[in-house]
């Protein structure tokens, strides 16, 4: 079993920051095997599909993001404290919606949704205009 917590939500006006953390749990993701593997944060606004947003791989050498939060955001991760951040830097109104951290057994930075197996219980995000 993997449990993802997320926290680090809010409301805040455009242009300023938040920063987003998971922390993961459990025997599974505490392995080798599962903690060599790939995270991902996406997000999921009003009336919208949820899509992928950024991820990355164990070691945290290899990072995708999608073309709208490139330059503003930052995915990281602290494999000691089991935690995955997401730094969100200049956020603007668009940025508003319910962003969930995501575990995936491919090891690499998958932007897939269907590849990732654990998903945390999502943190709202509302950006002011």
């Known amino acids: 079993q993997v449990q993802l917590v997320e926290s680090g939500g809010g409301l805040v006006q455009a242009g300023g920051s938040l920063r987003l953390s998971c922390a993961a749990s459990?025997?599974?993701?505490?392995?080798?095997?599962?903690?060599?593997?790939?995270m991902g944060w996406f997000r999921q606004a009003p009336g919208k599909e949820r899509e992928f947003v950024a991820s990355i791989t164990w070691s945290g050498t290899s990072t995708r993001y999608t073309d709208s939060v490139k330059g503003r955001f930052t995915i990281s991760r602290d494999n000691a404290k089991n935690t995955v951040y997401l730094q969100m830097n200049s956020l603007k109104p668009e940025d508003t919606a319910v962003y969930y951290c995501a575990a995936t057994k491919v090891p690499l930075a998958t932007i897939n949704m269907a590849l990732y197996d654990y998903w945390g219980q999502g943190t709202q995000v509302t950006v002011s205009s």
């Open positions: 459990g025997r599974s993701f505490s392995s080798n095997a599962i903690s060599s593997n790939a």
